[in-house]
């Protein structure tokens, strides 16, 4: 992994600094569980992150173990908490660190005039002497530490400097320029970074940083921009996940400057045949399935359906494709898994697909596989991914046993279902308007809850009429939001599937609830 301190002796190396289980996280419906980020936060490291910010210590007791317990466990990347200008986040945030090989206390503080006067109601004689009491006691607790200008994009430019420049001496390594809602467009959030280094006399000894939302669609383009002008840390999302429309996605802006070496002469520490394996990953955690026409990681990023373009691929690739399907770790493969397949050829397959399970969930991957195999005749890449990936929630309270419904035009339709809660099997049986509802209300039946059902969607893995099912769900409550998967041949049981996925999210939702006392979650997105 290369240090902050070999960048300085590498001019165009640009450090990678992912916001996936702190700023990613804070999507509407997205919710990780303690296994599932180590699960996130090692996958990143093998990828090459430089940095990964692990959450918000101060919001809750979830997130506060959550980010000791990546700390502890990821060496090669630097572990990131975030805090806000006040003493007992910045104490909240080192003592979840601390135990870090590469710890970085990352804080903030909003600088616009709209934030000070609405959101602070703060003076900026107060907001500025707060950056450098912020930085200052960070600094004498951790070596590393990082500042950001909330809403940095609308801020008056001399205040935007000065804070700066008082950053930078009260210790700050890192200076970070949110364009916190997305407003900028390139050209003028790359004039904005010139404008810092050519007005800030300290400028030198701090990386400068960007973190850019997409909510005009411009996160990558601008982050790019200010890499040109200077930058060199990048702060992303895996799948561009984030709130609102969203963080720059780190995929787009990896290949981006893998692929245009040419005009944008930088290097980046990701090994980018992990990122398919990644973006999957982030997917099958959160519930937020990939758009098809989504760069890079999309399902048809790859994908040719004109003769013309089909033609000019066979003939030669480069034709349409700017990059390989291989450079991002995508294996293209036809058939090779059918029912006659054994637990080793499975095995090599998850690991071709960049599984890697533990010998109990390996088993019940497979037993679910087999039964696949016996009903659908092709059994493709993409039926493993989905099957696997439904399957890896080890730890959840609530798991799906069985299910059986009577439908029909004539009715009455009835569900026969049976859960495993708490590690008790438990079954009911329950009437609805239609399979799918006698289904959700069985559940309801077994597990007692107030969510309201605000999303219910079916898609096809595969082409033909036994494709398996992909249901997602979205369930709020008390506004609370969560997505919730499930794969199956059978729609219905993927159904529920996906509605038991959401409500162990929700689960883990409500205990990771702020203490009443701060605005923690969603106070800042930069």
């Known amino acids: 992994m290369t240090s902050q301190t070999d960048t300085a002796t590498d001019k165009n190396r640009v450090i990678i600094f992912d916001t996936t289980l702190r700023d990613g996280e804070q999507s509407p419906g997205c919710s990780m569980n303690l296994d599932e980020k180590l699960r996130v936060a090692k996958a990143l490291e093998d990828m090459g992150v430089d940095v990964i910010e692990a959450g918000f210590p101060i919001a809750s007791n979830g997130d506060f173990e959550a980010v000791r317990e990546v700390a502890c466990t990821i060496r090669n990347s630097t572990v990131c908490g975030l805090a806000r200008a006040a003493r007992k986040d910045i104490d909240r945030a080192w003592e979840a660190l601390k135990d870090a090989a590469q710890p970085r206390i990352h804080s903030f503080l909003s600088t616009s005039p709209l934030h000070m006067k609405f959101k602070l109601q703060m003076e900026p004689k107060d907001v500025h002497q707060a950056v450098i009491d912020s930085v200052s006691h960070a600094r004498n607790l951790c070596p590393d530490v990082e500042w950001s200008p909330e809403d940095g994009s609308r801020t008056e430019h001399d205040f935007l400097c000065r804070c700066v420049e008082s950053a930078i001496k009260a210790g700050a390594r890192t200076i970070n320029i949110p364009d916190t809602v997305g407003y900028a467009v390139p050209d003028e959030f790359a004039a904005l970074i010139a404008m810092l280094f050519n007005r800030v006399p300290n400028i030198d000894k701090a990386t400068i940083s960007v973190h850019c939302h997409n909510d005009l669609g411009l996160g990558v383009a601008n982050s790019l921009a200010a890499v040109q002008a200077g930058a060199r840390q990048i702060e992303c999302t895996i799948n561009g996940i984030g709130e609102r429309a969203g963080n720059a996605a780190l995929e787009e802006i990896v290949m981006a400057l893998r692929t245009r070496h040419d005009r944008m002469p930088y290097t980046t520490g990701v090994k980018s045949e992990h990122i398919m ?28 359906e004109s003769g013309i373009h089909q ?69 493709y890449d993409e039926d493993i991914i989905a099957l696997v990936d439904d399957e890896a929630r080890a730890n959840d309270r609530i798991k799906f046993v069985s299910l059986q419904v009577v439908a029909g035009s004539k009715g009455p339709q009835l569900a026969d279902l049976e859960l495993e809660i708490d590690g008790q099997v438990r079954d009911i049986q329950a009437r609805g308007n239609g399979p799918v509802d006698a289904t959700f209300n069985a559940i309801k039946k077994l597990v007692p809850n107030a969510a309201r059902l605000q999303l219910y969607q079916v898609h096809a893995v595969t082409a033909g009429t036994d494709a398996q099912a992909e249901v997602t769900v979205r369930l709020e409550e008390n506004g609370k939001t969560v997505n919730g998967q499930g794969a199956d041949a059978d729609t219905l049981v993927a159904s529920a599937r996906a509605y038991v996925n959401a409500l162990n999210k929700l689960m883990v939702k409500r205990a990771k609830t702020a203490p009443p006392e701060t605005s923690a979650r969603g106070a800042i997105s930069a």
């Open 277 to 304: 394996k990644v973006s999957r990953l982030i997917s099958a955690i959160t519930g937020f399935s990939v758009q098809p026409n989504k760069a890079i990681v999309g399902a048809n990023a790859f994908a040719h």
């Open 311 to 379: 033609d000019g691929v066979l003939k030669n690739a480069a034709t349409y494709e700017i990059m390989t399907p291989e450079s991002v770790g995508l294996h293209r493969s036809t058939l090779v898994m059918g029912k006659h397949s054994g637990r080793h050829a499975f095995r090599e397959k998850l690991k071709e697909l960049g599984f890697a399970l533990g010998d109990n969930a390996v088993e019940d991957a497979f037993k679910r596989f087999k039964d696949l195999a016996d009903r659908k005749k092709d059994v």
